[in-house]
Each structure stands twice: as structure tokens, then as C-alpha cells.
């Protein structure tokens, strides 16, 4: 069975730095992409990095580049998604996505990812 689950949400303050973990079971990161995504109220869950077994296989959407960093930690099953000088906009749920297929992950689409953990909330106060 796959599962992921987020941790390191919280209330930081604008400018401040978040990472979140997302430790994965039931399978390794030589067969699964990874993503994180987003959902603020009332918007649309918004991928924000991906990780995948091919190579090239990190992906940031322009809006991200330079703030955001995804990296994978074989031995400890965790992906992790290191977020600086967070803003306002920034507060949302965070979640953690797999798929076994990589082949769109540079889309960054949640339809392309079918194993979701439940989120961690991160809120960033002006």
C-alpha cells in the first residue's frame, strides 16, 4: 500500500522559511515521482514541485523557481520541500503527491499523480 504523509506545516511569519517532510511508504523513489502541491480556499491545488526518476527530474513552475527546493532522502523514505522567504499568498494546505508514472510530472498537474497524503497546513502571517 502507498501512503505519505506531510509534517512541518505552522504559522512562520513573511520573509521567514518552512521545510516540510513527507515520509512515503510502499514503494522506493527509483519507480515513483513525488510532487508537492497546494490548495488555498476557494483556488485551485497548484503544483509546486516535482521530483521524478528520469532524468531531468526536478521541476519548478516559474512562479517558484528560487524560493522553493525539492530533494529525496532514500534512506529515510522522505521527500522534503525546503520554502523560503514565504509571503501571505503563500498559506494554503500542502500536500504530498506519487505516481509511477513520471512521463507529465513537469506539468505539474495533480490529475497526474493517483496517491495523496492528507496535507499540513502552512500559514504565513504578514
Known amino acids: 500500500e502507498v501512503l505519505l504523509v506531510e509534517s512541518g506545516g505552522g504559522l512562520v511569519q513573511a520573509g521567514g522559511s518552512l521545510r516540510l517532510s513527507c515520509v512515503v511508504s510502499?514503494?522506493?523513489?527509483?519507480?515513483?515521482?513525488v510532487g508537492w502541491f497546494r490548495q488555498a480556499p476557494g483556488k485551485e491545488r497548484e503544483g509546486i514541485a516535482c521530483?521524478?526518476?528520469?532524468?531531468?527530474?526536478?521541476y519548478y513552475p516559474d512562479s517558484m523557481k528560487g524560493r522553493v527546493s525539492i530533494t529525496s532522502d532514500d534512506a529515510k523514505n522522505t521527500v522534503y520541500l525546503q520554502m523560503n522567504n514565504l509571503r501571505p499568498e503563500d498559506t494554503a494546505v500542502y500536500y504530498c503527491?506519487?505516481?509511477?508514472?513520471?512521463?507529465?510530472?513537469?506539468?505539474?498537474?495533480?490529475?497526474?499523480?493517483?496517491?495523496w497524503g492528507q496535507g499540513t497546513q502552512v500559514t504565513v502571517s504578514s
Open positions: 503527491a506519487a505516481d509511477p508514472d513520471d512521463t507529465n510530472i513537469e506539468i505539474m498537474e495533480a490529475r497526474f499523480f493517483s496517491h
Open positions: 510502499g514503494f522506493s523513489f527509483n519507480e515513483y515521482a
Open positions: 521530483i521524478g526518476f528520469g532524468e531531468p527530474n526536478i
